[in-house]
């Protein structure tokens, strides 16, 4: 770990001033801190005075949209969480004075674990365990599910009522956005969820972006320690959850590894096999997943999209972007595959 005051998005000295102010007598000692997260997302820091570990989150460097960051939403659900059977990360504080760095963050215990993001990531488990691991992180879902809004303070956490249609609007408002070519089939396929939304179950709390990339696994045993990364949680219909788990579990080939990395793990559960876990767990009629699971490949289609959309205008930098664009026709004919399989 570095002890610079020079890392980015992170000065360690107004850090240093503002935790003592907030918690006088927690630091042990000097501190230090590294980057372990960062790019689109959120950035992510370990922070350590040497006796303590933490994790701090913070916004992407010159983000525009507050909304799409927003720290004390994250932060908000984590800590209403803490004492539910899901298990999370406890935090030690939110700051949302933006002159301390330049943008709102909070401060959790580091938990033990790995997040394992790519098949690499994962190479040390044995089939059996990742069979066990694919389970089980339906099992948290479900628990998560089973969590009462209101028992939580959450009952004000978003809009249940005609979530399902903001959705399908707001992922096409999304494409518009970012068209820079023909896609056969996209606008067939947002018609299609448009005309056939179902009515939606009880509400629950929602994770938003929830997959095996997306949680911390300990090795001893092999188990979910933590569920990380809730900036898309809110209120909502939780079959978006378990449809868009769904199709992180498809293999989408080379090009899926940029968003579905480690789902493509040998060993783990079929489809069918996660989503009747989820439905004896939960108790919840998953009788028309297929349209979540369409919305999730429209979804995924659209944010794939602008990813291709802001590489060909020169705006992202990095590897593999150049074959992302290839993912989007797929994706589309996954959704329209799906839809057509529930009529």
Same mark, same amino acid.
């Given at each position: 770990?570095?002890?610079?005051?020079?890392?980015?998005?992170?000065?360690?000295?107004?850090?240093?001033?503002?935790?003592?102010?907030?918690?006088?007598?927690?630091?042990?000692?000097?501190?230090?801190?590294?980057?372990?997260?960062?790019?689109?997302?959120?950035?992510?820091? #370990?922070?350590? %005075?040497?006796? *303590?570990?933490?994790?701090?989150? @913070?916004? !992407?460097?010159?983000?525009?949209? =507050?909304?799409? &960051?927003?720290?004390?939403?994250?932060?908000?659900?984590?800590?209403?969480?803490?004492?539910?059977?899901?298990?999370?990360?406890?935090?030690?504080?939110?700051?949302?004075?933006?002159?301390?760095?330049?943008?709102?963050?909070?401060?959790?215990?580091?938990?033990?674990?790995?997040?394992?993001?790519?098949?690499?990531?994962?190479?040390?488990?044995?089939?059996?365990?990742?069979?066990?691991?694919?389970?089980?992180?339906?099992?948290?879902?479900?628990?998560?599910?089973?969590?009462?809004?209101?028992?939580?303070?959450?009952?004000?956490?978003?809009?249940?009522?005609?979530?399902?249609?903001?959705?399908?609007?707001?992922?096409?408002?999304?494409?518009?956005?970012?068209?820079?070519?023909?896609? #056969?089939?996209? %606008?067939?396929? *947002?018609?299609?969820?448009?005309? @056939?939304? !179902?009515?939606?179950?009880?509400? =629950?709390?929602? &994770?938003?972006?929830?997959?095996?990339?997306?949680?911390?696994?300990?090795?001893?045993?092999?188990?979910?320690?933590?569920?990380?990364?809730?900036?898309?949680?809110?209120?909502?219909?939780?079959?978006?959850?378990?449809?868009?788990?769904?199709?992180?579990?498809?293999?989408?080939?080379?090009?899926?590894?940029?968003?579905?990395?480690?789902?493509?793990?040998?060993?783990?559960?079929?489809?069918?096999?996660?989503?009747?876990?989820?439905?004896?767990?939960?108790?919840?009629?998953?009788?028309?997943?297929?349209?979540?699971?369409?919305?999730?490949?429209?979804?995924?289609?659209?944010?794939?999209?602008?990813?291709?959309?802001?590489?060909?205008?020169?705006?992202?930098?990095?590897?593999?972007?150049?074959?992302?664009?290839?993912?989007?026709?797929?994706?589309?004919?996954?959704?329209?595959?799906?839809?057509?399989?529930?009529?």
């Amino acid at each position: 770990m570095s002890g610079s005051d020079a890392l980015p998005g992170l000065d360690l000295g107004r850090f240093r001033d503002y935790l003592d102010e907030q918690r006088p007598g927690l630091r042990a000692g000097e501190l230090r801190a590294e980057l372990i997260a960062g790019g689109r997302s959120n950035l992510t820091y #370990a922070v350590t %005075d040497g006796v *303590h570990e933490w994790v701090l989150r @913070r916004p !992407p460097l010159g983000h525009v949209l =507050a909304t799409a &960051h927003d720290m004390g939403r994250e932060h908000r659900v984590i800590t209403a969480l803490r004492d539910t059977a899901v298990p999370v990360p406890t935090t030690v504080l939110l700051c949302a004075d933006t002159e301390v760095l330049g943008a709102p963050f909070y401060l959790m215990e580091r938990t033990p674990g790995q997040v394992l993001r790519t098949r690499s990531d994962a190479a040390w488990l044995r089939r059996e365990q990742a069979r066990a691991l694919s389970l089980e992180l339906v099992e948290v879902l479900a628990d998560l599910h089973a969590v009462a809004p209101d028992s939580v303070g959450l009952g004000d956490f978003g809009r249940p009522e005609g979530f399902l249609t903001r959705q399908v609007n707001r992922w096409k408002k999304q494409l518009d956005a970012s068209r820079s070519r023909e896609l #056969a089939g996209i %606008d067939e396929l *947002h018609a299609q969820l448009g005309a @056939r939304i !179902p009515d939606s179950g009880p509400p =629950a709390i929602l &994770h938003g972006d929830y997959r095996l990339g997306n949680v911390l696994v300990g090795q001893d045993p092999v188990r979910i320690t933590g569920v990380l990364d809730w900036e898309m949680s809110t209120l909502g219909d939780p079959l978006t959850d378990l449809g868009l788990l769904a199709v992180y579990n498809h293999d989408l080939g080379a090009a899926g590894e940029e968003i579905s990395g480690s789902n493509s793990v040998p060993g783990l559960a079929a489809t069918e096999e996660l989503i009747a876990h989820y439905a004896q767990r939960s108790g919840r009629d998953v009788g028309r997943l297929n349209w979540y699971v369409a919305l999730s490949f429209f979804k995924l289609a659209v944010i794939v999209e602008g990813i291709h959309f802001r590489f060909v205008a020169g705006q992202t930098v990095g590897a593999g972007f150049d074959k992302i664009g290839k993912l989007t026709p797929l994706l589309v004919s996954s959704g329209l595959t799906a839809l057509a399989e529930e009529s």
